[in-house]
């Protein structure tokens, strides 16, 4: 059985942080796109992500939004 969802809205939207560098994304729904009738017809996802850093540069410094 295989599930595939889509964001809602087809975007996701989270918060920043310069104290730890971090994203976090919080209840950000997904809607089921393709899917015999035995998946969930949507899911929430929540996760932070820290510390963001930019391995692109030396020493991969943290990022920092304004």
Known sequence: ?????R???RSVSGTTSN?????AFTNQQFDLTAGP????AN?????P???VVDT???GNPPVFVN
């Not at 059985?1 to 969802?5: A, D, G, V």
């Not at 104290?19 to 994203?23: I, Q, S, V």
């Not at 009738?37 to 969930?40: I, N």
């Open 49 to 51: 992500y820290a510390p």
């Open 37 to 40: 009738a035995t998946c969930f």
């Open 56 to 58: 692109s540069q030396a």
């Open 7 to 9: 964001a809602h809205g």
């Open 43 to 47: 899911g929430y996802f929540t996760a």
């Open 19 to 23: 104290t730890d560098n971090a994203l």
């Open 1 to 5: 059985m295989s599930c595939t969802y």
